[in-house]
């Protein structure tokens, strides 16, 4: 039996509250999205757990575990859909002018990788842009201290791309390795895991939640075209919070994320704005403080590559974002205007 919960308890705060009007207060319920189906959620909410149905106008799509709705109780159907206090999100498989929604109101991720030749600075780089384009703030998690003879080298390689994030190294499988992520899991907090397969995210969702969660690799071509209904759930935290259970990704595209890349860079984009020119590639150009700093060994040019590796897809994903955008919204004015045409005739 699911316990009763509190607005509270649930991840409730002031920045929901001030979304409704006073008629939708005294008619509608709020709740806590657990699970995204084809055509229905589950829900938690303070008189427990329920189905919603989804209105005509909210795609599948359109909702990520973690978010905030409002129900309407009289028919068990999805009112009208919170706007998030955060969101994990990544290019859609396919479709670059759509974003694919991972997680919701999320307090904070554990991005988890290990103390193995899984380690990659370009991988964890784009998770922490991930992390800082949708507002949640990331904590490192470093596995499988037990599986090297100099677990401080990998300590020291996270420092280096990210040293105001904090970083935790654990061995995922040894007794209590979790008690120091529950500074992360307070009551009403929520809280994911992002990472390759194989880090021991899995472990670690396990014992945090006392339940034996083993979610598999998700490739981005299995998703195309449908909504994924089981890999994405919102489970509760034994002592407070919650955790959203995510499957491994192999490929994480990003679109419109600038500021999140710059948030991930943050010392590069620091000296970018810097430069002599607006435009400065960050090259040969002269007066360009990034290249400077280089020289100066003050910054690492490798770092410098990728950070331009990354705003380069970005910009191309976003460019052919607003292209199709602007290609599908020209069409349905020309359909528009044909049928204004055949009406008049």
């Known amino acids: 039996m699911i316990p009763s919960h509190t607005l509270a308890s649930l991840g409730w705060s002031a920045d929901f509250l001030r979304q409704l009007d006073a008629d939708e207060l005294a008619t509608l319920t709020p709740a806590r999205v657990t699970g995204v189906h084809r055509d229905r959620l589950t829900i938690l909410a303070v008189n427990g757990a329920a189905e919603l149905r989804l ?84 904590v490192f998690v470093l596995t499988k201290a037990d599986k090297t003879d100099d677990p401080d080298a990998y300590m020291d390689r996270l420092r280096a791309i990210g040293p105001a994030v904090p970083a935790i190294m654990l061995n995922a499988k040894a007794p209590g390795a979790v008690e120091t992520l529950k500074a992360w899991c307070g009551p009403g907090q929520t809280v994911a895991f992002l990472g390759m397969s194989g880090v021991g995210k899995s472990t670690l969702a396990s014992a945090l939640t006392g339940i034996d969660l083993d979610t598999g690799e998700v490739r981005e071509d299995d998703m195309k075209g449908r909504h994924t209904t089981t890999a994405r759930e919102m489970h509760a935290i034994p002592g407070g919070g919650w955790l959203i259970d995510t499957p491994g990704m192999r490929e ?94």
């Open 55 to 138: 209105p005509p106008d909210i795609a599948a799509g359109d909702v990520a575990v973690g978010d905030w709705v409002l129900a309407d109780p009289g028919i068990g159907r999805v009112a009208r859909l919170l706007v998030r206090r955060s969101r994990i999100f990544r290019r859609a498989a396919g479709d670059t002018s759509r974003e694919q929604l991972i997680v919701a109101n999320v307090d904070a991720v554990f991005i988890t990788t290990s103390c193995t030749e899984e380690f990659n600075e370009a991988r964890l780089e784009r998770y922490l842009a991930l992390a800082h384009a949708g507002g949640v703030p990331p």
């Open 252 to 345: 994480l595209r990003l679109t419109d994320m600038a500021d999140g890349i710059d948030g991930a860079f943050a010392e590069i984009a620091a000296l970018a704005d810097q430069c002599r020119f607006r435009d400065c590639a960050h090259g040969p150009e002269p007066g360009c403080a990034v290249q400077a700093a280089v020289k100066a060994g003050t910054v690492d040019a490798a770092r410098v590559d990728r950070w331009k590796k990354l705003h380069e897809e970005n910009a191309g994903h976003t460019a052919s974002a607003l292209d199709r955008r602007r290609k599908g919204k020209d069409l349905s004015q020309r359909v528009k205007q044909a049928k204004r045409v055949k009406g008049a005739g």
